[in-house]
């Protein structure tokens, strides 16, 4: 039996990237510029290092150029994130607010083993 929807899982994955590399890259643009309630960190710190990830990386991601390296770096700055910030306040994501860390970091590995596909812009070969 043919999945439910599954003839639109090219489509549903490219609307997966885009959205994810999207609302990944306005993360890095409020940690970077300071907009819509950030704060913007001293430039070559690890928050600003993780502000150009995350506002280079999204919009690769949702363009899907280079997007298997641009998921790895990402799924791996979360991962980090997760464990430096979060996991000092206990294990579960739920009590320790990590759950948006853990959620992208997962979203990214998909993405960095799935590559950009069938709808995204290829680099040059």
């Known amino acids: 039996m043919q999945r439910f929807l599954g003839r639109y899982s090219e489509i549903a994955y490219a609307l997966l990237r885009v959205i994810a590399g999207l609302m990944f890259a306005v993360h890095g643009a409020q940690k970077l510029f300071g907009f819509l309630g950030g704060r913007q960190p001293e430039v070559g710190s690890l ?10 990386g999204g919009l690769l991601i949702a363009i899907g150029l280079f997007a298997s390296w641009a998921a790895f770096i990402a799924s791996g700055e979360m991962a980090v994130a997760y464990f430096m ?10 009590l320790n ?4 860390a853990v959620l992208y970091c997962f979203v990214f590995l998909y993405i960095a083993c799935r590559g950009g596909g069938r709808y995204s812009v290829k680099p040059s070969s």
Not at 47 to 56: D, K
Not at 85 to 94: C, L, M
Not at 97 to 100: A, C
């Open 47 to 56: 928050a600003w290092v993780g502000g150009v990830i995350e506002l280079v």
């Open 85 to 94: 910030v979060h996991f000092k306040d206990g294990f579960w994501p739920i």
């Open 97 to 100: 607010k990590g759950e948006l």
